[in-house]
C-alpha cells in the first residue's frame, strides 16, 4: 500500500500563487507516475499534471504554462507550483500515483486539498 498526503491548498486571489505538496510512504516502490488530479463542484475529476521518475511529464491545456510538477525522489515527494490562478481552477485537488504511464490514472489517491481562487 502507499499513503499519499498532501498540503498546501487554500484561498488565494486570482492572479496569484500556490504550491501544492504530496508526501508519499509506505510501498514506494510502487509509486512509479505521480500527478495531480482536480475536482470542481458539480464537475468529473480531471487531470492536472503528471510526472514520471525520470522528469518526463504531460499537462492538461488548461494549466499549460501556469502550472508546474516537480518531484524529489529522494523525498518521494511531488509539487505543484500553481502561477497566475484563476477562478476556474478552483477544485479539490488529489495526489495520485502507482501509474506506469503519464496518461492514465495510477491506483493511489490523497485526500485531497482544496484550492479557492477568489477575490
Known amino acids: 500500500q502507499v499513503q499519499l498526503v498532501e498540503s498546501g491548498g487554500g484561498l488565494v486571489q486570482p492572479g496569484g500563487s500556490l504550491r501544492l505538496s504530496c508526501a508519499a510512504s509506505g510501498s514506494i516502490f510502487n509509486i512509479n507516475v505521480m500527478g495531480w488530479y482536480r475536482q470542481a463542484p458539480g464537475k468529473q475529476r480531471e487531470l492536472v499534471a503528471t510526472i514520471t521518475p525520470a522528469g518526463s511529464t504531460n499537462y492538461a491545456d488548461s494549466v499549460k504554462g501556469r502550472f508546474t510538477i516537480s518531484r524529489d ?44 481562487v477568489s477575490s
Open 73 to 116: 525522489n529522494a523525498k518521494n515527494t511531488v509539487y505543484l507550483q500553481m502561477n497566475s490562478l484563476k477562478p476556474e481552477d478552483t477544485a479539490v485537488y488529489y495526489c495520485n500515483a502507482g501509474s506506469q504511464s503519464l496518461y492514465f490514472i495510477g491506483l493511489y489517491w490523497g485526500q485531497g486539498t482544496l484550492v479557492t
